[in-house]
Every structure is written in C-alpha cells, then in structure tokens.
C-alpha cells in the first residue's frame, strides 16, 4: 500500500507559478508510474502529466510547454512545476501512483486556483 500527500496549491494570478509536490511512502518501492490529473468543478477528472520507471513523462497538450514533472527517487516525491499559469487550470490537483501488481494509489488533492 502507499500512502500520498499532495502540497504546493494555492491562490495564483494568471501568468504565475505553482509548484506541486507528492509524498509518497508505503510501499514506494513498487511504484511503476506516478501521475498528476486534476479536476475541475463540474468536469471530469483528466491526466495531466505522467512519469514512468526512470524517468518517461507524458503530458497532456494542455500542459505540454508549460508544465514540468519530476520524479526524486530518494525523497520518494514527485513534482509538478506548473508555469505561465492560465484560469482554466484551475481545479484540484490529485496525485496517482501505480504499482508493479497494478494497484493504484490517489492522495487527497490539492487546490490551484487562478485568477484572472
């Protein structure tokens, strides 16, 4: 099992950055990929970004050119520095792992707001 703990939203205006943090601990050993999603109100939650084994990412459009994730493999945390930020990327930001035996893992999320 893992456990997830998001940190780093918050209240930005447009054009501002935010950088987004993911504690894993458990079993993080195991872990195949790490992803962010989000979800805005009254939408459905999408992917935003992925990293996978040693490093492969993956990125929505949306984030592509604007947003980064990392991985830290000895802090057992992932990143997302989100730059340039507009007003529809505004929602609630969750972190997802998933494990060798294709379990999956979300945190509770974490709030980014943008203002225009």
């Known amino acids: 099992q893992v456990h997830l703990v998001e940190s780093g939203g918050g209240l930005v205006q447009t054009g501002g950055s935010l950088r987004l943090s993911c504690a894993a601990s458990g079993s993080v050993a195991s872990v195949r990929a790490f992803t962010w999603f989000r979800q805005a109100t009254g939408k459905q939650r999408e992917l935003v970004a992925s990293?996978?084994?040693?490093?492969?990412?993956n990125y929505a459009d949306s984030a592509k050119g604007r947003f980064t994730i990392s991985r830290d493999s000895a802090e057992n945390t992932v990143s997302l520095q989100m730059n340039n930020l507009k007003p529809e990327d505004t929602a609630v930001y969750y972190c997802?792992?998933?494990?060798?035996?294709?379990?999956?893992?979300w945190g509770p999320g974490t709030q980014v707001t943008v203002s225009s």
């Open positions: 990293i996978i084994g040693d490093g492969i990412t």
């Open positions: 997802n792992v998933i494990l060798s035996n294709t379990n999956s893992y």
